[in-house]
């Protein structure tokens, strides 16, 4: 079994900052891509920025340049730092982790409990 712990979430004026972290524990032989997610209310959940084994991160075109996706792989987990914060930003965050455990040896995708993140105007 897989578990994922999120962090960092809370209420921030608009222009602020916020950091997020996910660390991911358990049977853990390999991770793969590691992103997180969004939901607002009333909308669908969206990818909000990705980061490959091998370091390569990809955004929404709605926080680029402005949020920065890193990872450490020696701890197993991915830090969402998000700044200039705006009121559209205000959603519940997930983050998303690939994982090889020991006991299945394929790739099975886990999901954070979600963490809300509110900006203010």
């Known amino acids: 079994q897989v578990q994922l712990v999120e962090s960092g979430g809370g209420l921030v004026q608009a222009g602020g900052s916020l950091r997020l972290s996910c660390a991911a524990s358990?049977?853990?032989?390999?991770?793969?891509?590691m992103g997180w997610y969004r939901q607002a209310p009333g909308k669908q959940r969206e990818l909000v920025a990705a980061?490959?084994?091998?370091?390569?991160?990809n955004y929404a075109e709605s926080v680029r340049g402005r949020f920065t996706i890193s990872r450490d792989n020696a701890k197993n987990t991915v830090v969402l730092q998000m700044n200039s914060l705006k009121p559209e930003d205000t959603a519940v965050y997930y983050c998303?982790?690939?994982?090889?455990?020991?006991?299945?040896?394929?790739?099975?995708?886990?999901w954070g409990q979600g963490t809300q993140v509110t900006v203010s105007s």
């Open positions: 980061i490959t084994s091998g370091g390569s991160a």
């Open positions: 998303k982790i690939g994982v090889i455990t020991f006991t299945t040896m394929s790739r099975l995708d886990y």
């Open positions: 358990g049977s853990i032989f390999m991770i793969n891509t």
